[in-house]
């Protein structure tokens, strides 16, 4: 029976690992601090339709097969491990403040519109009615009932507990370089000095994928964003609030009982680790703006992580040119929306040794079709359920 080694033992590995372990196949995961990524960061935002992007099409079905299969997802993992994943689903609202926000919100809408996506269009008193405490300042805005949000921490520790309750292996080390004898994969070399062999290894390592010795070229860079976790919320939202502020982004993501995700900025500095007093000053003083409460409550948190960014904002999913090695990488800001899916086609190639017509878009050598886009537009172009 061929023995898979995932490295990273974030969402996306753990996910991968523990739906293998359930079809019968022996799974290794290795990662020096399993979860300590950008699944640590993750606000969790389920939201395929309010993160729409023009040019997206095939990542957006992608993220609506995912989300169409997160209550089955939560119902298994939550019976495997014992614990609450803090599923919700009020919805999402879109907000602007001015008329320049407003217009971009209709053009999104009409986008939506043509896609067939289910959006209703909010007057000023609508959106404060199902959102109360967001200011009467705003201008208007959009509800996507079907959005929805997670804990990632919480999904996390599931995972971690199902996968290990499935017989997963979890070492946790640090990889050293990628195993390759011959011109094919055959393991993780530690830095102990320690090998572990595998006949496939799944590389689901974020942002550093590309990074790791012996990898080849893969596509992915890392993205920082900065985010900030308050508490003192009980009842203050119900969903998740995006906003256009005078043309800049920011959301606000509930979880557990009294908590609050506000993200998040989208930084090309590579794997800088520094968290700034601008950016946190920008990010309260738009959360405040939307929902003036936010002042009074408490400033627990604040952290740097990094997306794993690929040339067009979409996964790579599936076997690359160099025999054994598979990838699960490069989510961008769909890492915990994609997590389902991502789980299942891996899985599903491993076992057959094809990979699903779901999956066929993103195969891993698209990536060296074209550079990474690193425009301000670009970059500017929406959250990330990685590291937001």
Request: aromatic residues 4%.
């Amino acid at each position: 029976m061929s023995e898979i080694v995932v490295a990273g033992g974030g969402l996306i590995g753990l996910a991968v690992a523990w739906r293998c372990a359930q079809r019968g196949l022996p799974v290794t995961v290795i990662d020096e601090a399993p979860g300590s990524g950008a699944s640590y960061a993750a606000a969790g935002m389920l939201a395929p339709v309010s993160e729409v992007t023009y040019g997206e099409e095939a990542l957006l079905a992608l993220c609506q097969a995912s989300l169409q299969r997160f209550p089955a997802f939560v119902t298994d993992v939550q019976a495997a491990s014992g614990i609450d994943v803090g599923l919700r689903t009020a919805g999402t609202v879109v907000v602007g403040f001015d008329t320049d926000d407003m217009r971009a919100l209709q053009d999104l809408h009409a986008y939506q519109d043509e896609l067939g996506l289910a959006v209703e269009r909010l007057t000023p008193r609508q959106v404060r009615r199902r959102e109360p405490s967001l200011t009467p300042r705003l201008r208007g805005g959009l509800a996507v009932a079907g959005d929805h949000s997670v804990d990632g921490r919480s999904l996390h520790a599931a995972l971690l507990a199902a996968a290990q309750a499935a017989g997963v292996r979890i070492r946790r080390a640090r990889i050293a370089a990628l195993g390759v004898t011959g011109g094919r994969v055959t393991g993780l070399q530690l830095a102990d000095g320690a090998e572990v062999r595998g006949d496939t290894v799944v590389a689901a390592l974020g942002a550093r994928t590309g990074a790791l010795p012996g990898m080849p070229a893969v596509g992915v860079r890392p993205v920082k964003g900065q985010i900030l976790r308050l508490r003192g919320a009980a009842g203050l939202l119900a969903g998740t609030v995006r906003a256009l502020v005078r043309g800049r982004q920011v959301y606000l993501v509930p979880y557990a009982e009294d908590r609050l995700v506000v993200g998040a900025t989208v930084e090309d500095r590579g794997f800088d680790a520094t968290v700034t007093v601008g950016a946190v000053h920008d990010l309260l003083r738009d959360a405040i703006e939307v929902v003036p409460a936010v002042s009074e409550l408490e400033l627990v948190e604040v952290l740097a992580r990094w997306r794993p960014g690929t040339s067009d904002n979409a996964p790579l999913l599936g076997p690359t040119e160099l025999p054994g090695l598979v990838l699960a990488t490069g989510h961008y800001r769909n890492g915990v929306l994609l997590t389902p899916v991502t789980a299942e086609v891996i899985t599903d190639l491993l076992i057959s040794g094809r990979l699903p017509q779901l999956a066929v878009p993103f195969t891993p050598h698209r990536a060296s079709l074209r550079p990474p886009d690193r425009t301000p537009a670009a970059q500017a172009s929406g959250g990330d359920h990685s590291c937001s």
